[in-house]
């Protein structure tokens, strides 16, 4: 290190501990104070503007004994709305601890409440994950909302001592052909690119999902994985009186100012023209992927140096929610010093400052004697790192502004006793006409050649045709650990590079089954998600969630919330793997009409030996190929009855979470021992699709003769190809390997039959069809682009 | 053989470098672009990513990179016949080596103006570079390409001078990805010893992971040119 570093080091020290000037008179006079607070406590507040309700602005009185000072208000109205406090969904959520058993908890090193769920894979490696949403910013401001998205929930996997090596990203979009799609989709892909590519992380897989419930309100949902040594793993808390309070990354600016509370809590209808007052500002943060890249780099050479005490990342509610949360857990008081924030807008006021949601900025907790390293770790990275305050005792949270007291609360009235909801919930009168009118009365194709054509059309389907369009503008291969990524069922990463140890994740949701049957509908998102997990040869082991639902105020909303909830948490109690984690996003509605329920189940795996993994498609000719499972005349719900028909009523499949748990069992094993050469999961658009795109992988056809399952099943050709029955999965297996597979089927009681053999240039059902296989590719890869590249 | 890989704030692809370098049996060693100090390094490879955010242009900050000053140095004018610091350029690395006038041409916006991620085909047309010595002339290989200005540019009197003095070192099969003109992937300087490449070798080293091992012998032919120099 050069003399010239060191001396850099030490004015970033004085840098970081730089007190902050006196106020002028006039300034003074403008500042709402704690003081002041109590010789005016009749001065009327704008708390209705900001979201809360008049017993909400009630209850913080009685907290304090006094009104809130217009800092104190703004923290408890950020940190009180529905985004930051899941005040309504909070008494259903408490199901998923609850039903979480020892024996789930076995691999469980941290469980929901922290940012994110950690789970042991051995060999001393831990994995972090969780899902968020950033839907309603994305709507305003595709490219930004939907790359801070990703930012956000990187940040999330940081502040747990992780390493981010891995994002997937669940997007849901109106109409293909909807002029606002092209508006939004667009934008939404590129920032989720633009931003994931930037910061090295590999894109894995995800969701490109088509509906009109989505046109005024698109979900996109961020997921991502870190991996950490059991020994690096730190906690958002703040212990050790005496300890300081380091404020480190970008600096704070104007951006998303009440975004969280506005954009997350109320329509977009209500104050659309800002006319109602200043302070709902429909802003959505701007975010900057290399200053996030370098923090990730920062923080992780921070961890190493064991400089880190506690750490909290800056996400929705910003300083508000950072300092508050940190106090809460740990010795529940802290001194801030707000006017020490370094500022890109020197105008800011003070609760302008708590509510800013200006991206890439961590809080940590640093012993004073590992102050100087750990400025010397930021000023190699470039990063601004300020000594906002420290740790105190006493329980209370003290925010001064320039030696003025302007916040004075107890840390957890804020983070964690805000109001809960338990509100009315009511099953909708229309679900049973809905579910009355079953795709039974659909017209189904009589011939071979209407099954031909069908099986060509829904290939090019919106929801079924080739998503590289939005794939092939995501990195996939950054960081050297990709083994299977989209369009396989799972993304799977090596996570050791010795052992070849890592892990396989997938996420899935079919909302059409969701709004057929919310609880049932849930534990099939579950089990695709499972499946898919299993099939790339994954052991399930934690689970995260998305919950996209519409108005929490709606009560049948509410109640496909507590029906999707109680869903997941009882399926996931019958497999044995723990939520370890998750996002509720509500208010994901236009106008009245609230979207299909859309709860996102992302399920993480263990893999052995990545190397094992099994991809969707076979590579040569000669595989033999296998249906798993039983088909039944199942769609409800369907790919077939919503492209072909327009038509959503009837039931969702029926949902069988043991047979589930058998068929990943036989899976993993049957990969394990080398005896799988492919294996996809049947989901949307069943075994038509599941054979269209295996073929298509590496564009080696199939011959396959549909009669011996027919006959077994009691279904006819049309009902084998397009059911959406779940636990079924079409698997390719060495010649030599037959005997042994089959074996393993009995042995797990799985139902097993063959179907024909990999080959040719064509897929090809005897007596039926035949299709070639580059005519499939045609139209499977034209749709997106003939719509998206107008 | 030490060959050292170059960690700009904002490199994405360097610890993947640093793998490759390793796997083909080098020893791969960490430079800082803040440190004029190339540790004794026999190559340098300039790796992937967004260098400074790509802020500006892509390379344009890195060029005045401390470590940077050193390279060049060493690295030698472009048109010189004598052989100077071996460098790899992948990528944005590539971008720094043209910003840094190591390299004749630029690299500019997808045609398509898409970020793209795909397995691409290439010809190596040039074998004898410090990087390609151990392909042979006409090789087609398979490498991940993953850009979103990686458009080659340059007037036609460069491109004809590059295509007549043989500096061409690899041209893109199949699809031109990003509108790069004449197909071209990479180019050398004159000496052979600079090359820069769209396509990234370094994730194509290891089966499983990519899509093939066509890339290692980027890595193998540094290591054999250095050892045989």
Excluded at chain 1, 282 to 289: A, N, T
Aim: charged share 20%; aromatic share 6%.
């Amino acid at each position: 290190m050069s003399n010239d570093s060191i001396s850099t080091y030490g004015s970033d020290l004085d840098a970081a501990l730089d007190g902050g000037s006196s106020l002028t008179l006039e300034q003074r006079s403008s500042l709402d104070t704690v003081d002041r607070a109590r010789e005016t406590p009749t001065v009327a507040q704008p708390w209705s503007e900001l979201g809360l309700k008049a017993d909400e602005y009630a209850k913080i009185h009685e907290i304090l004994g006094r009104r809130p000072t217009a800092s104190e208000l703004a923290m408890y109205s950020v940190m009180w709305s529905e985004h930051c406090s899941y005040k309504s969904s909070k008494v259903h959520l408490r199901q998923f601890g609850d039903k979480t058993t020892d024996a789930m908890r076995e691999h469980l090193l941290v469980g929901i409440g922290e940012n994110a769920g950690v789970v042991d894979i051995g060999q001393g490696w831990a994995v972090t994950f969780k899902i968020e949403s950033h839907n309603h910013p994305s709507y305003v401001e595709p490219y930004q909302g939907a790359a801070t998205g990703v930012g956000g929930i990187v940040r999330d996997i940081m502040s747990m001592g992780a390493r981010p090596v891995a994002i997937m990203d669940p997007l849901r979009f109106g109409a293909l052909d909807h002029p606002d799609t092209l508006r939004v989709l667009p934008g939404i892909v590129a920032g989720v690119g633009g931003y994931g590519n930037c910061l090295g992380l590999p894109n894995i897989g995800g969701e490109v999902v088509f509906d009109p419930c989505y046109q005024g309100n698109p979900l996109v949902n961020a997921l991502c994985v870190g991996t950490m040594k059991h020994e690096d793993i730190h906690l958002a808390n703040a212990t050790g009186e005496g300890n300081l309070v380091v404020l480190f990354g970008a600096r704070t600016g104007g951006d998303g100012i009440g975004g969280v509370s506005v954009l997350a809590s109320e329509t977009f209808d209500d104050n659309a023209d800002g006319s109602s007052g200043p302070a709902k500002r429909p802003s959505v943060q701007v975010g900057d992927p290399f200053a996030e890249k370098v923090l990730i780099e920062c923080c992780l050479d921070l961890f190493q140096a064991k400089v880190v005490a506690g750490i909290q990342d800056l996400g929705g509610a910003g300083l508000s929610c950072a300092t508050s949360e940190l106090a809460s857990a740990g010795d529940g008081g802290m001194l801030i010093h707000l006017d020490r924030a370094p500022l890109r807008d020197s105008t800011l006021r003070p609760e302008e400052i708590l509510m800013s949601e200006s991206q890439e900025r961590m809080m940590a907790i640093v012993r004073p004697d590992d102050l100087p390293a750990f400025i010397g770790i930021t000023s190699k990275w470039d990063v601004e790192a300020t000594v906002l305050g420290e740790v105190t005792e006493g329980g209370r949270l003290v925010v001064l502004w320039h030696g003025e007291t302007i916040v004075d609360v107890p840390p957890r009235s804020v983070a964690h006793d805000g109001p809960v909801y338990d509100r009315p919930l009511a099953r909708p009168a229309s679900l049973d006409k809905r579910q009355a009118d079953t795709a039974d009365r659909l017209p189904r194709p009589s011939t071979d050649h209407e099954l031909a054509a069908l099986v060509l059309r829904m290939t090019g389907s919106p929801n079924l045709s080739s998503r590289a369009w939005v794939t092939d503008q995501y990195d996939r291969y950054v960081q050297g650990n990709t083994t299977l990524a989209m369009p396989d069922d799972a993304g799977v990463i090596r996570v050791d590079e010795e052992s070849s140890l890592g892990v396989a994740i997938a996420t899935d949701c079919n909302a059409r089954f969701v709004a057929l049957d919310p609880y049932t509908g849930t534990q099939l998102a579950l089990a695709e998600s499972y499946r898919n997990v299993g099939v790339a040869g994954g052991k399930p082991l934690a689970v995260t969630n998305c919950l996209n639902f519409g108005s929490p105020e709606d009560p049948a909303v509410m109640w496909q919330f507590a029906e999707a909830v109680r869903g997941l948490a009882d399926g996931c109690q019958t497999l044995g793997i723990p939520v370890t984690g998750g996002n509720v996003s509500l208010y994901n509605q236009t106008g009245n009409t609230p979207i299909h329920p859309t709860p996102v189940v992302g399920v993480l795996g263990v893999m052995q030996d990545v190397s094992k993994r099994t991809p969707s498609g076979w590579r040569s000719s000669g595989a033999q190929l296998f249906l798993l499972g039983t088909t039944r005349d199942e769609f409800g719900g369907s790919e077939w009855a919503w492209s072909e028909h327009a038509h959503l009523g009837g039931l969702p499949p029926t949902v069988d979470l043991e047979a589930e748990r058998s068929l990943a069992e036989l899976l993993i094993a049957a990969g394990t021992d080398g005896l799988l050469l492919a294996g996809h999961d049947l989901s949307d658009g069943g075994l038509a699709t599941a054979l269209v795109e295996s073929c298509l992988r590496y564009g080696v056809g199939a011959s396959v003769s549909l009669d011996a399952a027919c006959a077994r099943d009691h279904v006819d050709a049309f009902t084998l190809l397009f059911s959406e029955s779940t636990a079924r999965v079409l698997v390719a297996v060495q010649p030599e390997s037959m005997q042994a597979f089959t074996q393993a089927c009995e042995g797990k009681g799985v139902p097993v039959i063959a179907l024909g053999a990999s080959g040719g240039e064509a897929l090809t059902v005897s007596g039926r069809f035949s299709l070639p296989v580059e005519e499939l590719r045609a139209v499977h890869t034209a749709t997106l682009p003939a719509v998206l590249n107008s | 053989m030490r060959i050292g890989v170059v960690t700009f704030p904002g490199s994405l692809d360097d610890r993947d470098a640093l793998r490759a370098v390793r796997i083909a049996g080098g020893i791969p060693v960490p430079l800082w672009h803040g440190d004029a100090e190339l540790h004794n390094v026999d190559a340098v490879v300039l790796p992937g990513g967004f260098s400074y955010g790509d802020y500006l242009r892509c390379g344009a900050i890195a060029r005045f990179a401390p470590v940077m000053s050193e390279i060049s140095r060493l690295a030698g004018p472009p048109d010189a016949t004598a052989p100077g610091l071996p460098v790899l350029g992948i990528c944005n690395g590539f971008q720094v080596l043209c910003e840094s006038h190591l390299l004749p041409g630029a690299l500019v916006r997808n045609d398509h103006r898409h970020f793209i991620c795909r397995d691409q085909k290439l010809r190596i047309e040039r074998t004898n570079t410090t990087w390609t010595n151990g392909y042979a002339a006409g090789d087609e290989i398979v490498i991940p390409l993953k850009n979103q200005e990686g458009g080659y540019v340059a007037d036609t009197a460069t491109l004809d001078r590059l295509e007549g003095e043989g500096q061409v070192v690899a041209r893109y099969l199949d699809v031109n990805p990003n509108g790069s003109y004449r197909d071209i992937a990479g180019v050398s300087n004159a000496s052979g010893t600079v090359v820069g490449l769209m396509p990234h070798p370094e994730h194509a080293v290891e089966l499983g992971y990519g899509p093939g091992t066509d890339g290692l012998c980027f890595f193998t032919s540094a290591l054999q040119g250095v050892l045989s120099a």
